[in-house]
């Protein structure tokens, strides 16, 4: 099974080097020549998580995207959400033909507010069958650090997503398999505003006691929107376990730990700092952003109650006062 990576920021860098340490060798594309270079004489990614070295005997890197999918069986999208239709654009159809592909996407694409799997049906005509997540709470510095971590996989053909799994099961990282391919991605986009949300609190000087009970409520709400996500979607056979990893054990890490871009960004905006500020002074995508107003968009059709979120888009979308923002937060808790 070769392996293709899309993309060159940390969490494509920690997704290599789990499938490197694994005995894969993957064709990894990067946008930047001189990266490329870089990577060739140095072994580390110049950018992002420049501890983790690489055998380079594993890996062919290319600027050329449809190289990188000719020479690949699985596709391994890891790109921000923000910028993945652009990235995605310069491959034909028909040389997506008998590929699978696995996103590492924990966002929605914000052009048309959508899922990847839904960009890939509309422009390529790519089956379901075929598309794959990866997902998880798991920081790509921890992957760096060979810290124990879990990711879970979701597939709609148990065996097949078990396969690929396999892949990147090491002494460092364990899998986890289940087959709500729509719902954990709804998860990872709102975990994400979520966590933006429990910054803004920090910022505005919340205590720990009100950051659980916000992260609670936020456990709940997030369950009320996957429920309704799922009956719309009519995709789920089977009662789902959100308090597994990939759900609950997601949001509590990305709210909680300092490596939480999102929790950074949020922290920055109840700090005083506006939106274009701290995009600014932050060298990494808060994917949470973008997602507020697609989760908000989306929402108009799935019509789930979700005040946090709707709160946290008209802090961040229609300049609401942070302060204000959590005012109405702070009522509705329970």
């Known amino acids: 099974m070769q392996f293709g990576m899309i993309g060159s920021g940390s969490w494509a860098t920690a997704l290599s080097k789990i499938l490197t340490d694994n005995g894969n060798h993957i064709h990894w594309w990067m946008r930047n020549s001189d990266s ?4 060739r004489s140095r072994r580390h990614n110049p950018h992002y998580l420049n501890a983790a070295y690489f055998n380079m005997a594993q890996i062919t890197l290319d600027d050329q995207l449809s190289t ?4 690949s069986d699985v596709l ?8 993945a239709e652009d990235a995605l654009s310069a491959i034909k159809p028909e040389e997506l033909k008998g590929k699978k592909i696995v996103s590492a996407i924990k966002g929605m694409l914000p052009t048309h507010n959508q899922l990847l799997h839904e960009f890939l049906a509309n422009r390529f005509q790519f089956p379901l069958e075929d598309y794959y997540t990866v997902l998880g709470p798991c920081h790509a510095e921890e992957v760096a650090a060979e810290k124990l971590s879990y990711l879970t996989f979701s597939g709609k053909d148990a065996q097949q997503t078990a396969d690929i799994a396999s892949n ?3 002494e460092y990282l364990n899998t986890v398999v289940n087959s709500d391919v729509i719902g954990v991605q709804y998860a990872a986009v709102l975990k994400n505003i979520y966590a933006l949300g429990a910054g803004i609190a920090h910022g505005l000087d919340y205590g720990d006691n009100f950051q659980s009970v916000y992260i609670a409520n ?13 009956s719309t979607a009519e995709q789920q056979e089977a009662p789902i376990n959100y308090a597994a990893s990939v759900y609950l054990g997601d949001l509590l890490v990305t709210c909680y ?3 939480s871009r999102n929790r950074t960004f949020g922290n920055m905006i109840g700090k005083g700092y506006s939106v274009r500020s701290a995009q600014l002074e932050m060298n990494m995508v808060a994917e949470g952003y973008n997602a507020s107003k697609c989760i908000y968009h989306t929402n108009q059709l799935i019509q789930a109650e979700i005040p946090i979120a709707t709160a946290i888009y008209r802090i961040l979308w229609e300049q609401m006062p942070a302060q204000e923002g959590f005012r109405m937060i702070e009522e509705i808790l329970v």
């Open 36 to 39: 490329i270079k870089y990577m």
């Open 76 to 83: 391994v999208v890891a790109v921000p959400s923000a910028f």
């Open 68 to 71: 990188v999918v000719q020479n």
């Open 168 to 170: 990147f099961r090491t």
């Open 257 to 259: 730990s300092l490596y």
């Open 218 to 230: 936020a456990a709940d709400e997030m369950v009320r929107f996957l429920r309704k996500a799922s």
